[in-house]
C-alpha cells in the first residue's frame, strides 16, 4: 500500500475546496446575470452581445 506525506493529502483537501468553491462562485455568478437580464428585459440577442463585449 501507498501512503502519502500529509502535506500531499492536505494540497489535494484544498484543491478539492478550490473547485467546489470556483463551482459554486460560477453558479452563484451566472444566476446573478440571469436575473439581471430578466430585471432589463434583455432579449437573447442582446444577451449574446453582451457576453461577447464581457469577454473582451
Known amino acids: 500500500m501507498v501512503t ?4 500531499v493529502v492536505r ?3 484544498n484543491r ?3 473547485d467546489r468553491l470556483s463551482r459554486s462562485l460560477a453558479d452563484a455568478e451566472a444566476d446573478l ?3 439581471v437580464y430578466a430585471l432589463f428585459h434583455l432579449t437573447p440577442k442582446e444577451i449574446k452581445l453582451l457576453q461577447r463585449e464581457v469577454e473582451h
Open 4 to 7: 502519502f506525506p500529509a502535506t
Open 16 to 18: 478539492a475546496v478550490v
Open 33 to 35: 446575470n440571469d436575473r
Open 11 to 13: 494540497v489535494a483537501e
